[in-house]
DNA sequence: ATTTAATGGTGTAATTTTCACACCTTATAT
DNA sequence: ATATAAGGTGTGAAAATTACACCATTAAAT
């Protein structure tokens, strides 16, 4: 009894998926990989878990090292199990997601050499990616797509305050879909959950808008269960 | 470059939540362990992964070998990777669900010595289970009642022609609450997917209600992309 | 033959949600 | 002053959701 097992490393690693909003386009958080293989390619950021650390904390940690970027509110999506999916021998890995205010994060640079650079890309027109990561990429979007419907995981791709017509456009750039503006607010504020804020935009050679933050203590409230967080 | 990996084997497993419906009450397929730890207890379906198999296929062997159930359409639903989760060193697992047909499998049969049996236990008044697997249970068991909501996973566990309070009772069974038969069966019969069969109930001491079958064609052409499958 | 027990089967009105659609207002730059 | 660019607002139609109660049918029991 109490055999001890083989150790996990080098066999099961993460990889982060990390979407981002800016200048009305939705980017994705890229690193260009400094190792073999694929030296030199567009990857997601990600690596081998270690023996001595639980999975959710491998992400973390990964995600800092290659990027610089910490403490993330990053939830799983999805375990990618192929055999022949990694071409120095079998590795399982499991795929992390998270949605960022860009601006509000420090600079993007990698504390690992693995990396050379971290870098934010658009969702549109990406090129090949290293292993099976545009695969991990479709399967990792698709389902964040379809969440957008019943969860409000939008609001933290926003800096804190925010104008209604910016979450409608980020609304549109993750649904890929033209929105009627009426009805998006008034969908909006009738949930209960944004504070209309008395201060209001500033620096724009128009009309400014009313600014707004997500009450996130409104929304459990009102939603407590009902939205399947 | 390309040198070898370690390999996978006893540190990847792969645990399933076999649902199935019967006597109008929701149940869990569970064996009895025939091996330290926790040797004869209650547990999910569950091994270790093999080196040259794919997770996906790692999950239909296991099942079939602890319970003789073959092909079920599993799918993954979460993966599970704390540090002290397995009493004998580090074990990542991944979680499978699978809806099916109690009546239209054979009988429960490991053909592993691992399980001493298998055995359809109640979702309710659950025993306390081996390793985390009564948390593995909390976790699926969520998800599948959040997705009864959008997707019609519900049918899976019916036998091929049913009757409306059979389909009802199965809803309620996994909402755990009670819903309006008028407007249940409207809404139901309003999707389009259901096909009414001549043939109605037998051998039953009241009025037999009418037969209905799941068309999973019409639901592909109903739905395509909208139900989020 | 009649009664009983158990489930089958049906419709409507009120409410809520969704959707389509167009114009005036405000702030700044020139 | 005027041109520009986005801000901000309401209504009516259609669809979906909810609440709600009674008669019909069958087999078994008497």
């Known amino acids: 009894m109490e055999e001890k097992l083989p150790t996990i490393d080098s066999v099961f690693s993460i990889d982060c998926l990390i979407f981002g909003f800016d200048a009305g386009e939705l980017k994705i958080l890229l690193i260009e990989r400094n190792e073999e ?3 030199d390619w567009l990857a997601l950021p990600g690596y081998f878990v270690k023996q001595e650390e639980s999975v959710d904390d ?3 940690r990964i995600l800092y090292e290659l990027t610089g970027l910490r403490d993330l509110p990053m939830k799983q999506f999805h ?11 079998r590795v399982i ?3 992390y997601y998270a949605l960022i205010r860009i601006n509000g994060q420090k600079e ?13 890309h658009s969702v549109n027109n990406l090129p ?7 695969e991990i990429f479709n399967n990792g979007f698709g389902k964040i797509r379809r969440r957008l419907n019943y969860q409000p995981i939008a609001f933290d791709l926003l800096p804190e305050k925010f104008t209604l017509t910016q979450l409608q456009g980020l609304y549109e750039a993750i649904l890929n879909k033209k929105l009627d503006k009426r009805n998006f607010r008034k969908k909006m504020l ?31 409230k009102i939603f407590q269960n009902e939205m399947g967080v």
Request: proline residues 4%; aromatic residues 16%.
């Open 93 to 95: 890995t499991v795929g």
């Open 128 to 134: 090949k990616l290293a292993f099976d990561h545009t």
């Open 108 to 120: 993007l640079r990698p504390i690992s050499h693995y990396a050379k650079k971290a870098i934010w």
């Open 79 to 89: 375990t990618f199990g192929e055999v022949n999916r990694h071409p120095q021998g």
């Open 37 to 39: 293989p694929f030296k």
């Open 190 to 220: 009738s949930y209960g959950f944004l504070k209309e804020l008395v201060e209001k935009q500033k620096g724009v050679s128009y009309r400014a808008a009313k600014l707004y933050k997500f009450d996130r203590r409104k929304y459990s």
């Open 58 to 60: 491998a992400a973390d």
